[in-house]
């Protein structure tokens, strides 16, 4: 839908839509008014529900990060304006929030990108004929269940529990550290780098980024199935090849799905369980440290949106050189 | 398409490809080259997602002494199914996976009802604010449930409407002590993830032609019976598929677990959460000291609850995974 046309359809004017949520009202009784109270009966339990179970919690939680939070028995709880002492703890004084938030954020960057290109990698394999495509694209699905909730949480909490030098020896029998041979090698002819580093860390973690890529895939593979197979066609007898017609047909028709992957990825990744910041967060609730907890988890959220925004910018505009 | 030589007898197949000027030859050995790497790297990334359940079900299997054996890799010597109900007793079992089974279906059904007529609103009516209440809807998505969880935890042991409680019982109600809560917050979309739900059905209805719903209207459908009769049955995919996910997701999920259901009854997830701390007092009954539980053996045994908890979802999505997958790959697709 074009733009202009979009702003006819939506633009109420104030008496307009008054009148179109009064139940009934002879005066305004037109198919759009009518049509608009349907809408809205329609929307009524999302609205209903966003005002009491989200709004209100919302706003009550940014009071809550700026008081002094006491729990009187029988009552609930007492609030006390402190001067954004909890902003200040969590940032100063707090010893491992804002080191856990810098070390998930470093990764968070790393396995964000690492994601969204594997799961464009594999949707585009998945989306070519082969046999045993069927079972291919069940096994790849398969990491939202098996990555989902409690799962992850409680194998990494194990990890956590044992002693350093058994944990070294799982994982060295368990194959995590598959790189370890060739990075040697690399570092001793004089080739490791920050870049090397970068990329080990990737390979590294490839378990959990091909766990955490099972959506990515699926809404990439959407896109690339509604290519028509005519474009390439018409490349291929023009002399394309494949290498050109995947950055002129492919990537521009699925760019858009881009932006929509790099959000979910990142906002999955921020509220993962096996998250330490979330951990941690969680750690001082159960603390009863209830204001502390609330203005570090929206020290978090704030992280989490400006992440967001600055994927979003940088996406936008490599997916509008295409947009032509 | 790329020129096929295989259906040719092999003399002909020579003159074509001397013809062609190579290019049949070499065509051929691209698309060999090509589905080989395919292969291989399809079959290295099926296999690391499926190995650690490969493992844990081995290893499950094993008595522990094989587990310091360092001859025994992946198939057990000794088999034995004592972890299994030793896991049984750890998680509290038959009872806790049958109540995660029924309250996740009864949540996710009411997730997935209100989630489907908000989709359709959002995709079909004009109504004022509505470009607003959709970008609340993506709110919802983005906030982490942590930040407003202790507020909501408030509310719900205070819950009180304008006071009325308080006059008439002498203090407000504590909601806490039953369902009710999540069952509200999931009738009104402020469940599990269900801003994603309502964005995915948005984007299947947007994509149904409009001239189907006029045309009932015209002949004097209702708005409900529209609805019901004509939209419903053709996004049945999309609708079961969202209920999968919200099932599924639930069935995992420990963060609202935790607040709301696992207060009122014994759940699976929470169980699976705390049972490492339960593992070291279950080992130390007799004993009159706590007793440090080797972590070879922990690992089992969190494994085996790992697998207990995957294996009703494994075969649900074993029967339904065309779903899963066909259907949102549809929805995608229609921006």
Known sequence: ?324 | MTLKAEALPRSDKRSANKKSGGYLFKSGVKRWTVSIVRGLLVFGLCFMIIQPMLTRFGTSLMQEKDLYDSTIVLLPRNVTLENYSIVFDLTNFPRSLINTAWTSLIVSILQVIACTLVGYGFARYEFPLKRFWFACVVLTIVVPPQTIATPLYMYFRYFDIFGIFKTFNGEPLNLLSNLTPYLLMSATCMGLKDGLYIYMLRQYFKGIPKSLEEAAYVDGCSTLRTFTTIMLPDALPTVLSCFLFSFVWQWTDLFYTRNFISKTMVVYSTELSSILTRMSRYFSQDAEKAIIVPPARQQQLVSIGVLICCIPLVILYIFTQRTFVESIAMSGSKE
């Open chain 1, 1 to 324: 839908m074009s733009r202009k046309k979009r702003d006819r359809n939506e633009r109420w004017s104030l008496s307009e839509s008054v009148s179109a949520l009064i139940p009934i009202n002879e005066n305004y009784d037109t198919m759009r008014s009518r049509n608009a109270r349907t809408g809205v009966l329609f929307v009524l339990p999302f609205i209903l529900g966003f005002l009491i179970f989200m709004l209100k919690p919302m706003i009550q939680s940014v009071w809550m990060s700026l008081n002094k939070v006491v729990l009187v028995p029988g009552q609930g709880y007492q609030l006390t304006w402190n001067n954004f002492e909890n902003y200040k703890y969590a940032m100063g004084v707090d010893p491992y929030f804002n080191q856990y938030l810098v070390e998930e954020v470093g990764r968070m960057a790393v396995n964000a990108i690492a994601t969204l290109v594997l799961a464009f990698v594999v949707a585009v394999i998945l989306n070519q004929k082969f046999k045993g495509r069927t079972v291919a694209r069940a096994i790849f699905f398969l990491p939202v269940i098996l990555a989902s909730g409690v799962l992850p949480g409680v194998e990494s909490q194990l990890t956590y529990n044992m002693l350093q030098g058994v944990s070294d020896e799982i994982a060295a029998q368990s194959g995590i550290n598959i790189s370890g041979a060739l990075q040697d090698l690399l570092m001793v002819s004089g080739v490791g780098s920050g870049v090397f580093d970068v990329l080990f860390q990737m390979i590294d973690a490839i378990y959990d980024i091909v766990m955490a890529s099972g959506i990515q895939i699926i809404v990439f593979l959407s896109g690339l199935s509604a290519i028509s197979p005519s474009l390439y066609e018409a490349a291929d007898v023009e002399g394309c090849t494949a290498w050109e017609a995947f950055w002129k047909i492919t990537f521009p028709m699925v760019s858009p799905l881009l932006l929509v992957n790099a959000i979910y990825t990142i906002i999955d990744f921020f509220m993962k369980n096996n998250n330490k910041v979330m951990e941690w967060i969680n750690t001082q609730f159960t603390r009863t440290r209830y204001g502390e907890s609330t203005a570090e988890s929206w020290i978090y959220f704030g992280v989490a949106l400006a992440f967001i925004g600055i994927a979003s910018f940088i996406i936008n505009r490599v997916v509008k050189q295409y947009d032509t």
